[in-house]
């Protein structure tokens, strides 16, 4: 008895520790069941030291308002180009010659929210030449030259709010678009709020852009019913002349949308005509709307942004263009519409839908010409859901929000619920592979993937939730970003990276289509900035009344002049600083104590201007804040501010050599 | 007659002709830079160099001027070396005695015309180490950088390490061909001591 007591009691203690260990093994996995690891992903993405990445991605800051650019496969961050948001870091929105950029008709504001990125194509192909991004907050696009990496123009979108399905282009650059996320009364006015169906509206703009120089205008607007316009493309190919918004909210809620713009079990796709639409504008046919919006150019000859306030814009109602606008019914709230590389079909990925329709665009055509319509919403015919579609992907995961395509006739669908990315033949809308991303996938690109030819190697999956992906930085997480390889049958986790604010949407591009257009430095002959020195003998302190204008020349390793006496209390300063070298990466950096402005920093051959009201007397230091040299530390100066009484004449020196 | 080999004698056709064409070809020399200096060193990826043609000077002088400061040395202007305003002459000097030589075809002209270029080759290399000595030694004290006991001459030819700095200094295309015409010239003449001994008796 006592043997077969301790014989069970020994069964029950080995057993117990046996379910103990399982439990912690178990317990303390980090790994989740992923896709497993093959081998070979390290290499895939090791780009060695001294190495170039074979694609730049340019992705959205979200509410950073700011463009990073990334190399991949590495996943280096290159460089965060600021465009709706100041930076302080090299003094853009600071700087008298890019304050302008920020400015708006109701003021200068010092930040937006930019969800998505377009870039430049030719024939259909992305072509290296600028990028283009929105400002959700207050409606806005901007252009980024790819040379110099710089916000060069900004364009108000008057008319409008929570400028969303923005900026996707048209297959030879000649429209980029803006469509409001928010609608609100056009012209904008003091109405109850619950008069949303009566009062409000969305529109839709088309902004032409100069096909050598990039220039944007607005060419019409359209006023169309008041749904929330969330993503477009263009049509290409076949369907090129054309234009697919996914709009939701058709319940036309203004209030709990999260319940009240779900009803419907369809919303829709508008299809917009805008070939058809350039003719009424050639014969100047619309209305010209007054509202004021601003236009915001960086010449880059004169280094200078100038801020200029427009103040009508062309606008049709849905009546004025018959025949160029029609809504295709699509489930459910849906997010993208996304148009294949050959131009035939349309993906409408409905962020509630438990299928993805697929569009196809003869189909749509023949829909048009025969009329098969189910009636209309404010004059706009609606076709038949069935007439448009050319089928239904089953099983797209739950939530299917953004597709885009590889160059092998299969697309890419995010589903932001079941946090995975589903691979499906576009011809067969079969689905052939999915993949868990971590955690809750928005958008995906494919470099090329939303145009005529992609590149079909790499897929990046912008997550929407971090946790315990990285090692944890408080309570606020960055935002991650998956490199996925699918170049094969299947598609295989290559590495991921944290981003920069929240990445919406990015645009990849073979890098040698940016590389080979990169400038180095500015030429200082062909500097044209009103304030610039060309050489050290012209570096001078120049007072015009209560305003100094003092001219630096920064180079290896002094300020010229680096002491300057004569500034008085109440006077403006602005100091000019021409940066002389024209030897490749080498820039100077200014800051002077207590401004209540950033530093800047001016490339070789470049003039920034910095702006200073000094608040009490005394000897100011200014120095290089930007590590030029050996004798970087000893780049600086001295600024001596008197009192507003005193008779100190403005006087400036280097060394011995006194003015 | 006594076979005299330094007679006034004439050379072989083909021998004319080449002499022609050497001189033809010290035309190139004022349209290619005569030397180059490099420069080499981890953070300038790029290189830096420097080129002397026959008026002028070309390459990063900009660059290499900022980066001598530090050490002190003499910033190099074009415009104040005086070679720069002769060498064209110099050149055009050896050209026209080399189209004497074609025209009079003589064995001993072909000989002093080869001492000329030999006599003004040591010339400008010598100026030229004695340029490269004293912008390399004659340095400013208060220079910010000063490592004693160093000096930065460049090499006449070949390759130092100037602290982080690799110089080269080798004969450009200019160069090249002035060499080439010497050595050539004075195969010519080899050639016809020693093979032309008919032309010797005719006379």
Redesign the interface.
């Known amino acids: 008895m006592k043997n077969f007591i301790k014989k069970t009691a020994g069964f029950i203690l080995i057993f117990t520790l046996l379910v103990l260990s399982v439990n912690f093994n178990s317990c303390s996995k980090k790994e989740k069941s992923g896709p497993s690891l093959s081998g070979d992903e390290a290499e895939r993405v090791y780009v060695a030291p001294g190495k170039w990445d074979e694609f730049y991605y340019f992705i959205s800051g979200g509410f950073s308002g700011q463009l990073a650019a990334y190399g991949i496969p590495s996943g280096r961050l290159l460089r965060v180009i600021p465009v709706f948001s100041l930076n302080p870091e090299n003094g853009y929105g600071f700087t008298e010659e890019t304050k302008p950029m920020l400015n708006t008709s109701y003021g200068f504001i010092p930040w937006d929210d930019s969800h998505h990125t377009e870039l430049s194509q030719t024939d259909g192909i992305p072509d290296g030449r600028w990028a283009f991004i929105n400002g959700n907050n207050t409606p806005r696009v901007a252009r980024i030259d790819l040379k110099t990496f710089r916000t060069v123009e900004i364009i108000e979108i008057p008319n409008s709010a929570g400028n969303h399905s923005s900026p996707f282009i048209t297959p030879g650059t000649e429209y980029i678009v803006a469509g409001t996320r928010f609608s609100v009364p056009v012209e904008n006015r003091d109405v109850p709020i619950s008069t949303y169906k009566e009062n409000f509206r969305g529109t839709i703009s088309f902004i032409k852009v100069d096909k050598d120089k990039g220039d944007m205008s607005i060419s019409f607007q359209l006023i169309t019913p008041p749904y929330d316009y969330d993503l477009s493309h263009a049509g290409k190919g076949p369907s090129y002349g054309w234009f697919f918004f996914s709009c939701y909210n058709s319940e036309q809620a203004n209030t709990l949308l999260e319940v009240n713009a779900s009803q419907k079990d369809k919303d829709y796709i508008m299809a917009v005509n805008w070939k058809k639409i350039e003719e009424y504008v050639s014969q100047n046919k619309g209305t010209m709307m007054t509202s004021k919006y601003a236009h915001n150019v960086f010449d880059e000859s004169t280094q200078t942004a100038r801020s200029e306030m427009l103040t009508s814009t062309r606008t049709f109602k849905p009546e004025d263009i018959p025949g160029a606008i029609y809504y295709i019914p699509c489930p459910k709230s849906p997010h993208g519409a996304d148009v294949d590389p050959t131009g035939k079909y349309i993906v409408g990925g409905g962020k509630l839908a438990t299928v993805i329709p697929v569009f196809a665009f003869d189909k749509i055509k023949a829909a048009i010409e025969s009329n098969q319509a189910d009636g209309n919403v404010e004059g706009i015919p609606v076709l038949k859901y069935d007439a448009c579609l050319a089928g239904e992907v089953k099983n797209p995961g739950l939530g299917p929000l953004h597709t885009e395509f590889d160059d092998k006739g299969f697309a890419y669908t995010s589903a932001f619920i079941s946090s995975e990315i589903v691979k499906w033949n576009v011809e067969t809308r079969e689905v052939v592979d999915r993949m868990p991303v971590y955690y809750s996938v928005g958008h995906l690109t494919i470099p090329g993937g939303d145009s005529r030819k992609p590149w079909g190697k790499y897929l990046l999956s912008m997550n929407k939730m971090t946790k315990d992906r990285y090692l944890p930085t408080g309570p606020e997480l960055t935002q991650s970003a998956q490199l996925i390889d699918i170049s094969g049958d299947k598609m295989k986790l290559l590495s991921d990276f944290p981003t920069i604010g929240e990445p919406h949407y990015a645009q990849g591009i073979p890098a040698d289509l940016v590389t080979k257009n990169q400038l180095k430095i500015y030429k200082i002959e062909d500097n044209k900035n009103p304030f610039a020195i060309k050489s050290i003998n012209d570096a001078r302190a120049v007072r015009e009344g209560n305003v100094v204008h003092i001219y630096l020349a920064a ?2 390793s002094h300020f010229t002049p680096d002491n300057i006496e004569g500034v008085k209390l109440g006077d403006t300063v602005y100091f000019h600083m021409t940066n002389l ?4 990466d080498i820039p100077h950096g200014f800051a002077v104590m207590g401004n209540q402005n950033s530093e800047m920093l001016v490339m070789p051959g470049e003039t920034c201007t910095l702006k200073w009201y000094p608040d009490r007397a005394g000897i100011y230091p200014i120095y290089c804040t930007d590590f030029c ?3 970087h530390q ?1 780049m600086q100066g001295y600024v001596r501010v008197s009192t507003k009484d005193s008779n100190v004449p403005i006087s400036y020196s280097l060394g011995n050599d006194k003015k | 007659m006594e076979i005299h080999p330094f007679n006034f004698n004439l050379m072989k056709k083909s021998s004319r002709i080449l002499i022609l064409i050497l001189v033809l070809s010290l035309i190139a020399v004022y349209f290619v830079p005569l030397w180059n200096i490099s420069l080499e060193a981890p953070q300038y990826p790029e290189g830096l160099g420097m080129q002397i043609w026959l008026s002028k000077m070309t390459g990063d002088l900009n660059t290499i001027n900022g980066l001598n400061h530090y050490i002190g040395m003499k910033t190099i202007q074009p415009d104040s070396i005086q070679e720069l305003k002769y060498m064209p002459f110099i050149i055009g000097f050896i050209i026209m005695t080399g189209l004497i030589v074609f025209l009079f075809n003589k064995r001993t002209l072909l000989l002093s015309w080869i001492i000329l270029i030999i006599i003004t080759g040591i010339a400008g290399m010598y100026d030229f180490w004695l340029w490269e000595y004293d912008y390399g030694h004659n340095l400013d004290t208060t220079a910010a950088i000063i490592v004693p006991g160093m000096n930065y001459q460049p090499p006449l030819i070949g390759s130092k390490q100037l602290l982080n700095f690799t110089a080269t200094s080798m004969p450009d295309t200019g160069g090249i061909i002035i060499f080439a015409v010497g050595i050539t010239a004075v195969l010519i003449l080899i050639y016809e001591y020693k093979f032309n001994k008919t032309q010797n008796v005719k006379n």
């Open positions: 180079t290896r070298e024209q030897d490749w040299s050996a004798l000893e």
